[in-house]
């Protein structure tokens, strides 16, 4: 709950908003929340309304027009956060590319959360954005009945806006938080050094260069000193975030849902070595391909990482779990690209993406829960959709991680019945040609009438 003086209540809002300095009366009332309530402190835009020049006409309509909603609208149930959030979306289809950074898919989002499962425990998202991953772990505790008080949120962002943008969003959802004090780049600042975590979900900004200078954290614990013998590239960040949430995942029972672009399944060199010793440190569960034209970055297809600090037999959330010590699973998604929203951004002007619904999320979900199975009779590789592979298959692929090594492809070519085709086939041309000969015959008759 948050506390709000007199000068920071709407009702104050409303009754000045005629007033000459009605631009002044809401950035104080801004000021006045953040400075009663510390963790507000630097989510709001302060000295703003006064510095737009905006006609003080302009500013009472839109006070009127918000005033017009029914008081009893904003008692359903997380009302101002759905509409946070559809602003959010809006404005991540409608801007650039990095404008739209920040933003990641709900329904993906949704999908890392059914995979890992955190009912309890430290969530943690090194590139949080926007606040997303947050909002849907608590979403997932809810609709399965949990307990929001057993999760913890911590987090960090390097961009001081979406900074903003996240801790206002955890913050009118009544979410608990640690972004710390400021934004911040999680490899040269991190802000949680050497917390634990039981969870990671996030979604880093694909293919980052520069991430680092040339000589800078050779000696960081997260990389070459934690036992790796080469250091990420600087020229992409993909395997320096892999390795960061690594040093942070609990090593007892640690798991990561994390996205990354398709090109680290393949990479060489470098990534080509950390991604060996990764599978050899047998961190790796699951490889899932998305669909093309999710995102709102781009509309190439990109990859859902699961990794886990301990995949022997155990017992998770109930369910007994089966040793896959040196298996992963791999999931080819690429076909469920059916469903496609249409996004309003602006009058006129719209935008269609892929979106997965709830039954694929829930089919994605018990194809993974039923790999991970003691019940060895509930999951079954199907051709074109998911394949169980050994590290020892992985090894002779050169350690690849693409999907189509593994995944059984069906040649639909070879299920023809060639014969029956081509008896179609000919009884098509006949009828096409006794047709063509009736035609003929039709107009060289009209022709000797014309003679005649």
Known sequence: MFYLKETARWSYIVKNASANDIAVIID????DIEDSNPPLKGALPLNLFATLGADKSKIKDLIDNVNQISEERFQEEDLIG????????????SGTKEDGEFYTPACVVKLIAEMIEPYSGVVYDPCCGSGGMFVQSLKF??????????????????????????????????????????NASTFTNDLHKDKTVDYIMANPPFNL?????????????????????????????????????????DVNHGVAGFLLANGAL??????????????????????????RDMFYTTDISV?????????????????????????????????????????????????????FTDEQIAEAK?????????????????????????????????YSLAPSKYIEFINHDTQLDVVSLMEEIKKEIKTSMEYERETLSLLERAAKEIEE
């Open 28 to 31: 104080q009332a801004m000021a």
């Open 82 to 93: 759905r509409v946070y959030e559809y602003f959010l979306q809006v404005y991540a289809a």
């Open 141 to 182: 505790v809810d609709r399965h009945n949990g307990n929001r008080q057993k999760v913890s949120i911590i987090g960090q962002e390097s961009n001081p806006d979406t900074w903003r943008l996240c801790k206002m969003n955890l913050a009118i959802r009544g979410i608990a938080h640690n972004l710390g004090d400021t």
């Open 209 to 249: 260069k520069g991430w680092r200078a040339e000589d800078e954290l050779v000696n960081d614990s997260r990389f070459m000193r934690a036992g790796y013998s080469v250091m990420p590239p600087v020229a992409n960040a993909n395997y320096a975030w892999i390795l960061h949430m690594l040093s942070k995942l």
């Open 266 to 291: 393949n990479a060489s060199d470098a990534e080509g070595t950390l991604r060996k010793e990764i599978l050899e440190r047998d961190r790796v569960e699951a490889i899932i391909v998305l669909p």
């Open 303 to 355: 990859t859902l990482w699961i990794v886990n600090m301990n995949k022997k037999a155990c017992t998770v959330n109930g369910r007994q779990l089966r040793d896959r010590t040196n298996e992963v699973l791999f999931m080819d998604l690429r076909s469920w690209d059916s469903n496609i929203e249409e996004i309003v951004i602006d009058k006129g002007k719209r935008k269609k993406k892929t979106v």
């Open 366 to 398: 018990t194809i993974y829960n039923n790999w991970q199975s003691s019940d060895t009779t509930l999951y079954a590789n199907i051709p074109e959709i998911c394949q169980s592979a050994t590290l020892d298959e992985i090894r002779s692929n050169n």
